[in-house]
């Protein structure tokens, strides 16, 4: 097969056949495995015009799959019309080179669509240098097997005197260049990583933040709309969303967090992509809050949560209080199926992000997290204080007021957080006839964050 072929990883419009092979130990149902790599070749843009399954103890050393399978594989490509062959795993750069010379159709593997996919949504400068760096270091080492146009090249016309020589394969041309256009990504994405890294410390001692996360299409971009000012993309396709965007989210009595929407994961996403979308990610790591957002209406949503699970581990994002939401509960066909995810997560919040059902419930429990633990508390304060006073009268619950001298005396029901911006506006403040810092290691004695328990298995 000519190199020009493998040139163009570009999926849209192609006729494709999807392949997963069931290896001895694995326990993922193949229908969910087909039905991820048909929404994610969807996703591309192509059209699956096919599927081949095969159950192995072990892969080919050749070309993953069994002989016969590969006549069976070129014999459906050639009765579809397919000219693309994604298999459901991570193929070695000889496997790729054999079986396109026996099927002679173009062949991918997993990493290569959802790079592909990146690579076709990547809508901001730093998404297009995060993407390019990850395809760059997972075709570096491929290149001697993936390519065919690997000769001998001189240094000028084909004969002659100053010509002759060994010359430098072509190879060692394309690594070097390779290699010299990742050293300028790096460079370029590190300065914008920079200022990521510290907007995000600045955002995090100035606000309370939020971090929506969940498997890709599981309605976290329309949620993220539902409850802000909007503004993110929000389509029924995976990887939709891949730039984090903020927004403050208004939680009522005054008070508001700023909410993140960010990239999607999913099964065995490349660890090239994880690596290169570190700063997207580090708001992930840096929320105070997770809320784990799971579509109730895919049949494969307990593992997909699973898989979410797993990739917060993976990126240290496993320290903070979590909600799980229940999402796209417009889509059950009766209260039955509403009655199984409750006993399935009894804690967990079922909303809908079309029809907004369910929000109000969610930012109620999102505020009382970020007030923190609320305690009654007597308030002295100098009466000139009029943003302190403000505060008080807006934002908490107040059971008496009184004036003694120059001062205000407030009983009040008040959050940890709340306390913290009261602080924010007057120093000058005694909480039941004492220090306030005193006051707030005896009545809260523990972080706000680690009163909250999870609903969710870290």
């Known amino acids: 097969m000519g190199h020009e072929q493998r040139e163009d990883m570009n999926v849209v419009a192609e006729r ?63 009765s579809t019309d397919a000219t693309i062959i994604i298999f459901d795993h991570d193929l070695t750069p000889s496997q790729i080179r054999n079986l396109e010379l026996i099927i ?49 090249v001189t240094g000028g016309a084909p004969v002659g005197i100053g010509t002759r020589g060994p010359g430098e394969q072509q190879i060692e041309i394309d690594r070097r260049l390779v290699q010299r256009r990742l050293k300028q990504l790096r460079r370029e994405l590190d300065e914008i990583q920079q200022r990521s890294v510290r907007e995000v410390a600045k955002r995090n001692s100035d606000h309370f933040t939020v971090g929506l996360v969940g498997y890709t299409n599981a309605g976290k971009s329309t949620l993220f709309n539902a409850l802000t000012a909007g503004g993110a993309k929000a389509h029924d396709r995976l990887f939709q969303t891949l730039s984090t965007r ?49 579509d109730a209406s895919d049949p494969n949503a307990m593992s997909q949560l699973e898989t979410v699970l797993e990739t917060l581990k993976k990126i240290g994002a496993n320290h903070q209080p979590r909600l799980l939401v229940v999402n796209k509960v417009d889509r059950f066909q009766d209260d039955s199926e509403q009655l199984v995810w409750v006993s399935r997560c009894p804690e967990a919040i079922q909303i809908s992000a079309v029809t907004e059902d369910g929000i109000e419930v969610l930012t109620n429990e999102v505020y009382t997290i970020f007030i923190g633990p609320v305690r009654e508390v ?81």
């Not at 080919?60 to 459906?76: E, P």
């Not at 997993?110 to 995060?130: G, P, V």
């Not at 903020?246 to 994961?265: A, C, H, K, P, Y």
């Open 104 to 152: 002679e159709r173009k062949i991918i593997d997993r990493s290569e669509l959802i790079l592909d996919i990146f690579s076709s949504r990547a809508a901001t400068t730093e998404a297009k240098l995060q993407v390019e760096i990850a395809q760059l270091e997972y075709t570096y080492p491929r290149l001697r097997a993936m390519w065919d146009h690997l000769g001998q």
């Open 378 to 458: 007597l308030i002295s304060l100098p009466t000139k204080s009029s943003k302190a006073i403000d505060f008080i009268e807006k934002r908490t619950e107040i059971i008496s007021r009184e004036w003694e001298d120059d001062r205000s005396l407030y009983k009040i029901r008040i959050g940890h957080r709340q306390l913290e911006q009261l602080l924010s506006h007057e120093k000058d403040l005694l909480i039941d006839g004492k220090p306030v810092r005193e006051t707030i290691e005896r009545l809260w004695p523990s972080a706000p964050d680690t009163e909250i328990h999870s609903d969710i298995t870290q």
């Open 16 to 78: 494709a056949i999807v392949v997963a092979v069931t290896l001895k130990g694995e326990q993922l149902p193949l229908d969910e495995r087909f039905a991820e790599l048909c929404a994610l070749t969807e996703s591309a843009g192509g059209n699956v015009v096919g599927k081949i399954t095969q159950r192995r103890r072990l892969p080919s050393g050749r070309t993953y799959i069994g002989s016969g399978k590969v006549k069976q594989l070129r014999d459906l490509a050639d």
């Open 246 to 294: 903020i927004e403050r989210w208004e939680l009522g009595g005054g008070s508001g967090v700023m909410l993140s929407d960010t990239v999607g994961f999913i099964r065995r996403l490349p660890h090239h992509l994880i690596a290169s979308f570190r700063s997207t990610l580090e708001e992930t790591v840096h929320c105070q809050l997770l809320l784990i957002l799971i």
